[in-house]
């Protein structure tokens, strides 16, 4: 087999994380509809992450958050995205590049995708947590449908 030049992998993640931007921007623009919304898990410290010295040191590999009801300022970029959110009542800024998403998950939908991040070390993920649920969810009852399907890049890679 030959080599992949291309480097399918990270065009792929590329794309999806274009899923992460574009999401954001609807919730940025129009507000979050209906029951959606967002768990993010990012590495607190890959490059370009710009959190308070306070949540670094509680939270010094990764971070999960939750866009629902309170924030604040969402603003999206081609490369990052950054939203006021409260911690125990103390408003804080979040900086965060989308090359450090290492999971994007909603559970209105059951919808969740999941990131490599390169350059920091692999360590525990709420979202993938949360996406790996719902990828062996229970059977529906009776007039539920059946959630969505979770896509994960490793599903794509050449074992």
């Known amino acids: ?83 006021d959110l409260t911690f125990n009542k103390i408003p804080e800024r979040l900086v965060v590049p989308l090359s450090a998403v290492q999971g994007f998950f909603d559970p209105s939908v059951q919808f969740g995708l999941q990131f490599q991040v390169e350059g920091v070390s692999a360590g525990t993920n709420v979202a993938e947590d949360k996406a790996a649920e719902a990828s062996n969810p229970a059977e529906p009852s009776a007039g539920e449908s059946a959630p969505g399907e979770v896509v994960s890049l490793d599903a794509f890679r050449k074992k």
């Open 1 to 83: 087999m030959a080599e992949d030049l291309m480097r399918y992998d990270v065009l792929a993640q590329d794309a999806l994380r274009g899923v992460v931007r574009r999401a954001l921007k609807i919730a940025r623009d129009q507000g979050l509809p209906g029951e959606h919304h967002f768990y993010i898990s990012f590495r607190t410290n890959a490059p370009g992450v710009d959190i308070s010295e306070k949540l670094r040191s509680q939270y010094p590999e990764e971070m999960t958050i939750v866009l629902q009801h309170q924030f604040w300022n969402l603003e999206i970029n081609d490369e990052r995205f950054s939203v």
